[in-house]
Each structure stands twice: as C-alpha cells, then as structure tokens.
C-alpha cells in the first residue's frame, strides 16, 4: 500500500496522499490514516480520528 501512496503522490503532485480505513465495527467509528506520502514540511496524519472529526466530504464513501 506504501508503494501505491508514494506514486499517487508523485504522480499527481500533490502535497499528501494518504490511504485510511474506516473501523466501523466499534463503538465509536473511526477513520484511521495507515499510511502516506506528504512533502517534507508537512506534520504526519497517520493515527485515528473520530467520524465527527474528519471532514464530511469521507460520509459519501461510507453505507
């Protein structure tokens, strides 16, 4: 997954590109962030993240 990332990354230039699951199986959904490719000066968004948290644009993928 780490190869796909990195050359969607490089491929569209962008400055991050990252792949996440949805956990919807707990309590508490979360999105978590497992891998990505960023520019230098960006601070990492690897880690999980409350469905409330993460921007309503994700609700479209999810049943």
Excluded at 9 to 33: D, G, S
Excluded at 34 to 61: H, M, Q, W
Aim: hydrophobic share 40%; charged share 20%; glycine share 2%.
């Amino acid at each position: 997954m780490e190869t796909v990332v990195s050359e969607i990354h490089t491929l569209l230039k962008i400055e991050r590109c990252t792949f996440a699951w949805y956990r919807a199986t707990t309590a508490q959904p979360f999105w978590e962030v497992v891998t990505e490719a960023k520019n230098p000066e960006l601070v990492s968004a690897i880690g999980c993240y409350s469905r409330a948290s993460v921007c309503k644009l994700y609700d479209r993928f999810l049943p």
